[in-house]
């Protein structure tokens, strides 16, 4: 049992299971299958799945499919893949709200035959207006009180396929006068003809999703329905529809915020739309915060788990800082990646004292603390390959413009020092010549990395930055006007040859980040990508 009461849902299951409430506690999770899972929905899993592991409950993955149009086989399979890949275990019996279509049918059948629905043929237009606003009542639809047998004969026909899609649907008769304009005699049922991933053709009608969710939760017998706050209003319809059913078992729905990370969307359809103007590649683009796209970067499940963890729950409205999760990347990857050198803006060093034969190898430790990673070699030889920005710590200009000479210090290896800087006619820096000495007498100068071009292979490597300019893109109308243009970045450098047999897929460039390993091709170039950097720049 639960030790310490972690928030105000664990607080509420608590004291339900010290009544004698419920004999087990079940929970779910509902995703409609109209795209992939994103961090947030993230959140949602963790809650649910984590209440029932703790509570030694269940929690069933529900797919809530009442909306063919949108709906497609290929986003099923994926949110199933994304839950496992998680470490989440899903019942054998995945649910589907389509498995309770008849249910439903009945349901919507005996409202009618209580005077508790009708079928109303006004258009969508008119029935939004009719409804009202917050300061003004709604207006009764003419066909509000048509007779009963009437309206169960004209809802047979709708199922039976009489009618044209919008040219009639089923309402709840509650009260157009409800200070709640979700209780404004709300949409139950409408036509569509699109053929469901599941039922395929053998339905053109389908239930709205609040007839439809909180029938599925009872007919789950769901002890806790948690949902994010949007729902909140809905709850009184959710109560309304169940008690003028009639069930036997009543779920209580609770509601927490949901989870915007800054600069990252988490909407389904503003992803599709960026999809759709080939912003992105797709829903597994390394830019979006969905599941497959942070697997593709190089996240692991164990990070972004350990970032729900650290979230909680609540009912606070935030923007979590990007970083965070950062940090719970870094964590894992950096107990978990083994250390490779890499050089990602290259300069070439000629060492004039070195014999152009001369190689001298070097064993080092292929993760400073995880012995079992084991050791590598390293090769140095007459040329090597050092990171531009580097050599500003090999020399600067001064005052009076005049190069003045530095030594630094190859890690694991000896000592350089600037010798004559090699230029073209057009001023450009070819190379440097510089002298080595093994001695290690020096103290207190830059250590950097290095790659021996005996020891080092191409390497094409993708940046990515923040997809968006703006913090909250949640909230943006104009989805487009805010994609940064320069969000993705290719370089090319070089990487240690030892790369080529790993058995690793994520390392760690020395002094810089973690990077990961997608193809190699022909044996002669390496391609990465850049998951995060090492430190936290407070950038993107
Ligand atoms: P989207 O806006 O991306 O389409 P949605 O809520 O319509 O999201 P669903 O497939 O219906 O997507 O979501 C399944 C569950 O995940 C719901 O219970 C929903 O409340 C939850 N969820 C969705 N987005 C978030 C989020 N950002 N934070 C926490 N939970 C979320
Ligand atoms: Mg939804």
């Not at 529900?62 to 470490?87: M, Q, V």
């Not at 006619?425 to 007498?441: A, D, P, R, V, W």
């Amino acid at each position: 049992m639960i030790k310490k009461i972690k928030n105000f849902i664990y607080k509420i299951i608590s004291e339900d299971i010290k009544k004698k409430k419920y004999k087990k506690i079940i929970t779910r999770f509902p995703p409609e299958p109209n795209g992939y899972l994103h961090i947030g929905h993230v959140k949602s899993i963790y809650i649910n799945f984590k209440i029932a592991q703790d509570f030694k409950g269940i929690c069933n993955l529900r797919f809530d499919d009442t909306n063919p149009e949108n709906e497609k086989k290929k986003y099923i399979k994926s949110i199933k893949k994304d839950i496992k890949w998680l470490g989440f275990k899903l019942n054998k019996k995945i649910k589907y709200t389509s498995d309770y279509f008849d249910i439903y049918y009945k349901y919507a059948k005996k409202l009618i035959k209580n005077g508790l629905a009708y079928v109303d043929e006004l258009s969508i237009k008119k029935i939004k207006k009719y409804r009202g606003t917050l300061i003004n009542y709604g207006i009764n639809s003419p066909f509000r009180n048509r007779n009963i047998n009437d309206n169960l004969l004209l809802f047979k026909k709708m199922k039976q396929g009489y009618f044209k899609e919008k040219q009639m649907c089923l309402r709840a008769k509650i009260n157009m006068k409800s200070k709640h304009i979700i209780m404004r005699d709300p949409i139950l049922y409408r036509i569509k003809y699109s053929s469901h991933p599941k039922t395929k053709k053998k339905w053109c009608i389908y239930p709205m999703y609040d007839f439809a969710h909180c029938i599925a939760d009872s007919i789950e017998k769901i002890t806790h329905s948690i949902c994010t706050l949007e729902f909140q209003n809905n709850k009184k319809l959710y109560n309304w529809i169940l008690n003028n059913i009639q069930v036997n078992h009543y779920p209580k729905q609770y509601e927490f915020s949901k989870l915007n990370i800054s600069y990252n969307l988490t909407s389904k359809r503003k992803i599709n739309k960026l999809i759709k103007k080939k912003i992105i590649k797709g829903w597994n683009d390394p830019r979006l915060m969905t599941l497959s796209g942070m697997r593709k970067k190089g996240y692991t499940p164990k990070s972004i788990i350990n970032f729900c963890k650290s979230l909680g729950i609540s009912k606070q409205e935030s923007i979590i800082d990007v970083n965070i999760l950062k940090k719970y990347l870094r964590n894992e990857l950096n107990y978990n990646s083994p250390r490779i050198m890499g050089i990602i803006n290259p300069i070439k060093i000629v060492c004039v004292n070195i014999n152009k034969n001369y190689i001298y190898n070097i064993k080092v430790k292929n993760h400073p603390f995880n012995k079992k990673m084991g050791k590598r070699k390293l090769i140095f030889s007459k040329e090597i390959y050092i990171d531009k920005k580097d050599t500003k710590k090999l020399y600067f200009l001064n005052k009076k413009n005049k190069i003045i000479k530095n030594k630094i210090r190859l890690k694991y290896l000896g000592i350089i020092k600037l010798k004559k800087i090699i230029k073209n006619n057009k001023n450009k820096i070819l190379y440097l010549k510089c002298k080595f000495y093994k001695e290690e007498k020096y103290k207190n100068i830059n250590i950097i990395h290095w790659l021996s071009k005996k020891n080092s292979i191409k390497t094409k490597i993708k940046f990515y930055s923040k997809l968006f300019n703006s913090i909250n893109p949640n909230k943006e109308k104009k989805i487009l006007s805010i994609v940064n243009k320069k969000s993705l970045k290719i370089k090319e450098g070089y990487v240690e040859k030892s790369i080529l047999n790993s058995k690793y897929k994520i390392f760690q460039f020395e002094r810089i980040g973690y990077f990961k390993l997608n193809k190699i091709s022909f044996k002669k170039k390496v391609h990465l990508n850049k998951i995060v950097s090492l430190k936290n720049t407070n950038k993107y």
